[in-house]
């Protein structure tokens, strides 16, 4: 009798913890997403764009930390295609990550399911197209990561929010601005800005009083923006998912790859502003407005913001350095400043990688130490899992620049699961440059002019760096970078100015160790397109 009491009451114990667990499982999001051609219309003049459901940009992604995203895309282009999670990190799912380094594209008219955790994510991020020129058309969109409810935030909580996707963009088709690569020549100029796809005619509408989280990211594939609102200050709360130390400031400047969150309040007197965003480093600068609009005002906004360099604040070194990471619960994964200290931590290796322009039979190239990134058949994920040889090799790009011409290659830095890894982007260019890792955040410890050499490291900010995806290199000089290699995978590192990305400025860091384990990496997706030499049985 007892043994029968004890064990309904074993069983009941079960039961309850059985339900816990269903009901503790992080939710799921399910998107089906159909990318389609379609007529827009910018810039004024009708030109083919990429739309996902008929829309322009693609629909937001709005998840809390935690969530599986469950993303059916389905292909009606004439062209193989993918889209890529940009500040993602794909924790131990690098076959989620869609580039051509991991995953076979989507053929015409096929789709393919991307299965993917936000896994201890918080924060502003955005998605794209990443083959060909396709984002030059469209199909990029925000994703936005909430906290969950039981974790605060080092700010008060805004009374709404909004998404703001900056990009530059051409009028241009983008078959014929690949074209125009394709031949040898660079892009010009971009013929104008646009927030959420449109040049002057979005608005933003809020009660006067209240504050408001603007996400703003850059979706552009050229060139650096400067970010204000017309009579009001920006609060930085959050930089790719790390928060910052609350700084405020009358304007940010965003390069491209780059997001950000800030607090406006409403605290002016109730009619528009102008919301304002114009072009770094270009001549001419490029400028365009959308309205902030004070609920129940109809006063128009004034004359927008000069928009020439004199009212620019260049967000700088200087400034750059003063940006903290707020030590908070709901950082980016890992939370290092939690779990240990990076500036104490010894580095593993050094790794410094300068980006040229080369021509390579008569064409114009870009280079990472004098090797220009060509794509194989066969996704370097796919030919590592299955040891597929001839694909890459771990010889082919040097840790350091080398002499000589460029070359035509596929590059792969090989380096293990774990190590502490300092990376330093050097930019001899007299254009500015931005470098994009997948699958990570590094931490951005110092900035310089002129060629870096060890002694730069005593200047290194080592206490509170701020920790990010894509990070800024200015002309003739360098950014330095700390990364713990902690996500097993094949990542891609990347230029986010699409035209040196294109022509071969990128690589990929392999992260490996011999050990076939659940716990550091998933295996295959049982739906993993293949390509190449890349077969079902292999």
Same mark, same amino acid.
């Given at each position: 009798m007892k043994q029968a009491i004890f064990l309904h009451f074993f069983l009941g114990i079960l039961a309850c913890l059985s339900g816990f667990c269903v009901n503790a499982e992080d939710a799921y999001r399910y998107f089906t997403w159909e990318v389609t051609y379609g007529t827009i219309s910018p810039l004024g003049v009708p030109q083919q764009g990429i739309l996902i459901n008929g829309l322009f940009p693609g629909p937001n992604v709005d998840c809390v930390t935690n969530d599986n995203i469950i993303v059916n895309v389905i292909n009606k282009l004439d062209e193989p295609f993918l889209i890529t999670w940009n500040g993602i990190q794909q924790r131990k799912t690098s076959w989620q990550d869609g580039v051509l380094g991991t995953n076979c594209p989507i053929p015409p008219n096929s789709n393919w399911t991307y299965k993917f955790q936000a896994k201890d994510q918080i924060g502003t991020y955005n998605y794209f197209p990443s083959t060909k020129l396709h984002r030059a058309a469209g199909g990029f969109g925000g994703f936005n990561i909430a906290q969950r409810s039981v974790i605060s935030i080092p700010y008060p909580q805004p009374d709404g929010e909004f998404t703001l996707l900056v990009a530059d963009w051409y009028k241009t088709n983008f078959k014929v601005l690949q074209q125009k690569l394709d031949s040898g020549n660079p892009l010009p100029l971009p013929d104008g800005l646009l927030i959420n796809g449109l040049h002057q005619a979005a608005t933003f509408t809020g009660e006067p009083g209240k504050t408001y989280k603007f996400r703003v990211s850059n979706v552009g594939i050229a060139t650096s923006i400067n970010f204000r609102i017309q009579g009001h200050v920006l609060k930085l709360i959050e930089v790719e998912g790390a928060h910052t130390l609350q700084e405020t400031y009358e304007s940010l400047d965003i390069h491209v790859g780059q997001s950000v969150a800030v607090l406006v309040t409403l605290n002016g007197s109730p009619k528009d502003y102008f919301i304002v965003a114009s072009t770094r480093f270009t001549k001419p600068i490029l400028t365009t407005t959308a309205i902030l609009r004070y609920a129940g005002s109809n006063i128009a906004a004034s004359q927008p913001l000069p928009i020439g360099p004199t009212?620019?604040? /260049?967000?700088?070194? @200087?400034?750059?350095?003063?940006?903290? !990471? +707020?030590?908070?619960?709901?950082?980016?994964?890992? +939370?290092?400043?939690?779990?240990?200290?990076y500036g104490t931590i010894a580095v593993a290796r050094t790794i410094i990688l300068e980006n040229t322009q080369a021509k390579i039979n008569g064409k114009l190239r870009y280079a990472v130490n004098s090797i220009s990134y060509e794509d194989p058949a066969t996704p370097l994920k796919l030919a590592d899992w299955f040891n597929i040889p001839g694909v890459f090799d771990l010889n082919t790009i040097k840790d350091k620049p080398t002499f000589g011409?460029?070359? !035509?290659?596929?590059?792969?830095?090989?380096?293990?699961? /774990?190590?502490?890894?300092?990376?330093?982007?050097?930019? +001899?260019?007299?254009?500015i440059q931005s470098? /994009? !890792?997948?699958?990570?955040?590094?931490?951005?410890?110092?900035?310089?002019?002129g060629l870096w050499?060890?002694?730069?490291? @005593?200047?290194?900010?080592?206490?509170d760096g701020i920790s990010r995806h894509t990070a800024q290199v200015y002309p003739s000089g360098w950014t330095a970078v700390l990364v713990s290699l902690d996500n097993k995978g094949m990542w891609n590192l990347r230029s986010a100015i699409w035209s040196r990305n294109y022509l071969g400025q990128q690589l990929y860091v392999r992260v490996w160790n011999n050990e076939k384990s659940l716990f550091t990496e998933t295996d295959i997706p049982p739906n993993a397109l293949f390509c190449g030499n890349a077969k079902p049985s292999s």
């Open positions: 009212y620019q604040i /260049h967000w700088s070194m @200087k400034q750059a350095r003063t940006i903290r !990471l +707020n030590l908070t619960a709901n950082a980016a994964r890992p +939370n290092p400043q939690g779990s240990f200290h011409p460029a070359i !035509l290659g596929t590059s792969v830095i090989g380096t293990t699961l /774990h190590d502490f890894v300092e990376i330093i982007f050097q930019n +001899n260019e007299t254009a470098w /994009h !890792l997948d699958g990570y955040s590094f931490y951005v410890v110092g900035y310089g002019s050499t060890p002694e730069y490291r @005593k200047r290194y900010n080592l206490n």
